[in-house]
């Protein structure tokens, strides 16, 4: 089993629809979870954290089950300026810095 | 404030030659980061820099790759021989625990291809 799996996607969705992205990771002593965006041939962007009660940026709502070992991220109203790759990370334990990314699941908003 | 820089962008080299990028971190940011990014795929750690020491270098193809970080802020990775499988997005990345969930901060990329 991979450390961090993603949905393979791509989601091809029409403007104004509710997307949502699952991520399942392997290591049970994971402390932190991300949700990046990549833009084409762009960076990763740290698009939000999430937090073991759940937590919402505007339209954009992260959970965290830590029982089933998964995250997800909810965009609800898409938006053309959404399309993009979302790549799920995970910082493996407390005093390490470094993050494990999923392969990531591309996003076409379609007008 | 100014993100952190990468040079080259872009790199076409052919299989077994040298090759060598350039990373200057966040102002201030003591960790440093390598990230290798395949098409299709998310970025992989290679290795990991506090201040000039070492702290992950477990994914790093130690035959082939080095990096290093004399002076604790600019970073160079060096690929010596470069193989066909080398070709990727070379990522770096910085971050302070001063800032909020120590966010990594990425740089734009180096673009190897190898031929």
């Known amino acids: 089993r991979k450390e961090v799996e993603q949905d393979p996607g791509p989601f091809n969705v029409p403007e104004g629809a509710t997307v949502a992205f699952n991520c399942t990771y392997s290591n049970s002593a994971s402390q932190s979870f991300f949700w990046y965006r990549q833009d084409c041939r762009k960076e990763p962007k740290l698009l939000m954290s999430?937090?073991?009660s759940g937590n919402e940026d505007g339209r954009f709502t992260a959970q965290l089950n830590r029982a089933s070992q998964y995250i997800s991220l909810l965009i609800r109203d898409s938006k053309l300026s959404d399309s993009a790759t979302y790549l799920c990370?995970?910082?493996?334990?407390?005093?390490?810095?470094?993050?494990?990314f999923g392969k990531g699941t591309k996003l076409s908003v379609i007008p | 404030e100014a993100g952190v820089a990468q040079s080259p962008r872009y790199k076409i080299i052919e299989k077994r030659q040298s090759v060598a990028f350039w990373c200057n971190p966040i102002s201030g940011h003591a960790t440093l980061y390598w990230y290798q990014q395949i098409l299709g795929q998310g970025p992989k750690l290679l290795i990991q820099?506090?201040?000039?020491?070492?702290?992950?270098d477990s994914q790093l193809p130690k035959d082939r790759f080095s990096a290093e970080r004399l002076k604790g802020v600019d970073s160079t990775l060096k690929i010596q021989p470069a193989k066909l499988e080398d070709s990727a997005v070379y990522l770096c990345a910085s971050s302070t625990r001063l800032s909020r969930n120590n966010e990594q901060f990425f740089g734009p990329g180096t673009r190897l291809t190898v031929l």
């Open positions: 990370a995970v910082r493996p334990g407390a005093g390490s810095y470094q993050l494990t």
């Open positions: 999430v937090y073991s």
């Open positions: 820099f506090q201040n000039n020491g070492v702290v992950d």
